[in-house]
């Protein structure tokens, strides 16, 4: 199992929808956890960060965490074009003492 | 400073050449990492540098790669002897402590060797 596991994609959203990233990760013990996006030719930014279970709200992005399925996903509501990046997950492992990316999901949102 | 900075921003080279990127952390960041991302791929580990600790040298590919970081501050990437395979976008990235509050990115160095 990787370390920190999402989806590829691309995933295609039509605009002002729902989108919603998925992401795994595979230490029990890791307590935090992030999101963020790249859009093509840019270096990583983050946008949210996530230490407890449940919801964190920060405008119309969303992340949730589930540590019993060790399970974090990102929503983004009314979606834009301007969302149209990749989105990395990310966890930070206290055994190797730094944090693990997943590979990362290219979204679209199409007009 | 306000970010991270790294330099140059672009660099063609000779195959077989060396190079030397460089990279400034926030001020006041103890951790130092070394990231390569490939042209549509993931981020890959290359080396963590934190506070006067050894650093972390678990993802170097080969012994061409080598980095330093003067007084807890500037870190140079250094690349032996170039070969093709190591053209890719090399990213700088500091934090607070172990970085569990999350890491900043500089804006990176795309490297092209020809």
């Known amino acids: 199992q990787k370390e920190v596991e999402q989806n590829s994609g691309p995933l295609s959203v039509p605009e002002g929808a729902i989108a919603s990233l998925n992401c795994t990760y595979s230490d029990r013990g890791s307590q935090s956890f992030f999101w963020y996006r790249q859009y093509s030719g840019k270096s990583p930014e983050l946008i949210m960060f996530i230490y407890s279970n449940g919801d964190k709200e920060d405008g119309r992005f969303t992340a949730q965490l589930n540590k019993a399925s060790q399970y974090v996903s990102l929503l983004i509501r009314d979606s834009q074009p301007s969302d149209s990046a990749t989105y990395l997950c990310a966890v930070f492992y206290s055994s190797a003492s730094k944090i693990i990316f997943g590979s990362g999901t290219r979204l679209s949102i199409r007009p | 400073g306000a970010g991270v900075s790294q330099s140059p921003s672009n660099k063609v080279t000779e195959k077989g050449k060396d190079v030397e990127l460089r990279c400034d952390p926030i001020?006041?960041?103890?951790?130092l990492y070394w990231y390569r991302q490939s042209l549509g791929q993931g981020l890959e580990f290359l080396i963590y540098?934190?506070?006067?600790?050894?650093?972390?040298k678990s993802g170097l590919p080969s012994d061409r790669f080598s980095a330093e970081r003067t007084g807890g501050s500037v870190s140079t990437l250094t690349i032996q002897r170039t070969q093709q395979e190591d053209s890719a976008v090399y990213l700088c990235?500091?934090?607070?402590?172990?970085?569990?509050?999350?890491?900043?990115f500089g804006s990176g160095t795309r490297l092209t060797v020809v």
């Open positions: 001020s006041g960041h103890t951790a």
């Open positions: 990235a500091s934090s607070l402590a172990q970085g569990d509050y999350g890491y900043t």
């Open positions: 540098f934190q506070g006067n600790s050894a650093p972390d």
